[in-house]
């Protein structure tokens, strides 16, 4: 999601008393909301494909959540410009055509036996660059169909409800599904999600206006614009940089305990998928609780209090002990500590980037910020799959947890933790952009 303010988006209509009555926003959310949850089903049963039918190792699983992100690294800034030039609509369409083919692909393969893990290995990374155009494209997409700044903040809680809500049901589907048919042919799911998708896509009616030309295009002149923008301002930079810590300390935690849960453990699918389903359930609370939150406390303070509980909740994981049943609450206890503050900061983090972006800015600016935190996810997967390769899943838990409570420190200093409100409207860019 991103901000709105251009003439070019907005609208002589009255403003609708809640994006309950606005119909296309309604469909994109539907369409969206669906295949979260499948790429979280893909998220489980794609390492797990790995491990069960190619025995792929620690380092492999960790190279394999790597290429899934790191499209995010080289291509969403160019990605970015792109889309700043186009219409948003057609692009979703083509990159959810694109995953829904690959990822259908993966199952027969695997049936006609031709499936590998090299061949899954591509097929995942470009899965990964299919899902930069998409995410890259809709977040500068869904202020054409919000119109009103005055929604900012609720169209971010639907959104971060609907990715919590993922996060809840998917792990739990996944686990159920790889245990009944097998990791290969859950992945149909996520492939089936992205159709419902499509469909919600060809069901908008809202028209989207042509991007206003511009006399010179200067593709890295632009791509510098874009990543400066966020750089240089202070509230941006400090989203970004930590947003890439946060990133990086959550995909590495993630991978290891799917690691350490699965050679150390010796934990069923099921369990797993149990685990990430339940501790979930913080992030869909944090998403219904967020604006009741920020309208009551000051916005800054929020902030610090949300992403320390997602920095520190990782800590409880390498502490776990004593009878399997009290470690694994523990584990649920960790995640949803996490989960609860991603439902709360990414409310704030979203409705900061598009109080203080125009427009004409916002492809590049959702690219910039895709390129630090997809990035920070991607080097967390490649790290969590060598630690644990080198030093064993729990110390590298230890380090990993360690690692992401000193990132506090950066919270504590961050311009953003100060801040009272909203910024009252989107600073302007340069007169070239």
């Not at 949300?306 to 206890?333: E, K």
């Amino acid at each position: 999601m991103t901000q709105l303010s251009s003439p070019a988006v907005t609208t002589d209509a009255p403003t609708s008393p809640s994006l309950w009555r606005n119909g296309d926003f309604l469909r994109f959310w539907l369409g969206e909301t669906v295949s979260l949850l499948g790429t979280q089903v893909t998220n489980l049963a794609l390492p797990l494909t790995a491990i069960g039918a190619f025995g792929a190792t620690d380092e492999q699983v960790g190279l394999l959540r790597f290429l899934q992100l790191v499209p995010y690294l080289g291509l969403a800034l160019p990605i970015g410009v792109w889309t700043d030039r186009s219409r948003r609509r057609p692009v979703m369409l083509g990159a959810n055509l694109v995953r829904l083919v690959l990822l259908g692909l993966v199952p027969l393969l695997y049936w006609w036996h031709l499936l590998n893990l090299p061949l899954l290995m591509v097929i995942t990374c470009t899965v990964g660059i299919a899902s930069v155009v998409f995410d890259v494209s809709w977040m500068s997409y869904v202020p054409v169909l919000v119109k009103s700044p005055d929604h900012y903040v609720e169209a971010s809680a639907k959104m971060g409800a609907s990715s919590s809500t993922a996060d809840v049901a998917g792990p739990g589907l996944a686990g159920v599904l790889v245990s009944a048919l097998g990791a290969p042919m859950a992945v149909v799911v996520d492939s089936c999600s992205y159709a419902v998708s499509v469909v919600s896509l060809l069901l908008i009616r809202t028209p989207e206006p042509r991007p206003e030309p511009v006399a010179e295009r200067h593709l890295w002149r632009e791509l510098k614009d874009g990543l400066g923008w966020v750089l240089h301002d202070r509230v941006l930079r400090a989203l970004a940089l930590i947003g890439f810590c946060c990133n990086f300390s959550m995909i590495t935690v993630w991978t290891m305990f799917l690691l350490y849960g699965t050679h150390d453990l010796h934990l069923g699918s099921t369990t797993l998928g149990a685990v990430f389903a339940t501790a979930s359930v913080g992030g869909l609370v944090g998403a219904l609780i967020s604006r009741k939150v920020i309208a009551r406390f000051p916005l800054g303070r929020v902030y610090l209090v949300a992403q320390s509980a997602l920095l520190l909740g990782p800590s409880l994981i390498p502490a776990a002990g004593g009878p399997r049943p009290v470690m694994i609450g523990i584990f649920v206890l960790s995640f949803f500590t996490t989960y609860l503050g991603l439902g709360v900061a990414g409310v704030i983090i979203v409705s900061l980037r598009q109080a203080v972006t125009p427009q004409s800015m916002m492809g590049r600016m959702t690219a910039a910020f895709r390129t630090l935190l997809f990035g920070g996810g991607a080097l967390g997967g490649l790290c969590a799959g060598l630690l644990t390769g080198q030093f064993g899943a729990r110390t590298a838990l230890t380090v990993a947890s360690a690692a992401s409570a000193t990132v506090v420190i950066g919270l504590l200093l961050s311009p953003v933790s100060r801040l009272g409100t909203l910024p009252a409207g989107p600073r302007q860019a340069a007169a070239n952009h």
